[in-house]
């Protein structure tokens, strides 16, 4: 046995070996990538068997049908785990157990006892490790029913072990093309890796390419796949057409463990279950104190297809209001037609780098900006901001009264403006909220 770790320790081991240069070892390497985990969850003694699994995949909106599936079959009085990434304020966020965080000593002292395991294993992934512990965590928790969202892709995934009773696949667009594939009928069969013989898939419309794929490759294994309508008349937290669209998917899903017999459906506890779902940072306007302050929305837009759901959100939502956007990106997106579709909307941009090592400087987005700003005749106004604060502030400043302040293009941006505006308007957020996990939170870095 290894030595007590602390919180901080044990995630310290933990991503020591992360690699941010995002060239995809496991699809290098496909042979060994399953190979790989399943070796480690045997020596494990199979800790993904004893629990029932729904299993999620898409580009956008996996995470939010995640969350609403959890909260629909807690509400249901089942005991549930969630398994998503990445995390917003703390990496506890990842692994929850009926709905609650993973506490902190629990996540040290598994780490501990699973080091071992991992160093017996040569070459498995941070996100294998990460797996893993959920896995382990929900086994020994007793958990009935595990809601687990893809890392990355499908078809190679850590999660991708799983034998679940569903899956759900939410939309599909073009996104980690270095890694994927560079049209969209690649994408979808890395995503499409994710059914199973014979086990029910509920899916999200999907543009014709995408979706010839995923229904061949259901018809190849026998899989039931239906393709859900967005739900009507229902009470969501999260806004949009495209929220109502993974609402679909999680009821559909679960509409089809009840036909299985899994348990039987309680409309009180699917509507209690959709409406408390509680899934940050996604079309979320944040609150803010009374005096004067523009208001901050924020949302984890981060590819040309979220970033135009979003700008058409924001139609829906606040026709004619005077938007900012603060902006900030990952080195490995096409910045050129997210920045002409923002700026074709407002002519007001502050720009930032999150902490993350994938950041993009906010120089290298200024540069991109330039032909942009250039062909309308120097009528924008683009700003970079050295910090988070400072970019609130400066938004602020350049934003008419009335005005909206928008905070998009990548989840790292979202976490840290939550943190910054949470800093400037000290308790404007609920105490159960996880941004206050996040001041007490090390770097991962």
Known sequence: MTAPLTYEEALAYLFHTARYDGRGWKYQHPGRSQQRMRGLLA?????QQRFQAVH??????KGSTSAL????????????GLFTSPHLHTFRERIRQNGQLIPRQDLADLIRSLRPFFEAIPDLTVFDKITALAFQYFAES??????VEVGLGGRLDSTNVLLPQVCGITRISMDHTHVLGDTLGKIAFEKAGIIKPGTPVYVAPQRE???AVLQSVAQEREAPLTVVSPVQGVALPLQGRHQQVNAAVALG?????TRQGWFSWDEEAVQAGLANTFWPGRFELLPWPDGGVIPLLVDCAHNVDSIQVLLATLEEHYPGRPLTFIFGANRDKALGPILERLLAVSPRLVLVQSRHPKALPTQAILEETAPLTASQGGACAVYPATSMGEALALAQAIT??????VGTGSVFVVAELREAWCQRFPEVFPRQDWVYQAFHEPSLT
């Open 253 to 257: 899903m679960v509409q089809e463990l």
């Open 209 to 211: 390419e995408a979706m």
């Open 43 to 47: 020596v494990l003694g199979n800790p």
């Open 69 to 80: 599936t959890e909260s629909i079959l807690r509400h249901h009085g089942l005991r549930t």
């Open 56 to 61: 999620i995949t898409g580009t956008k909106g």
């Open 400 to 405: 008419p009264a009335g005005g909206l302040l």
């Open 142 to 147: 007793g958990v009935d029913w595990a809601v």
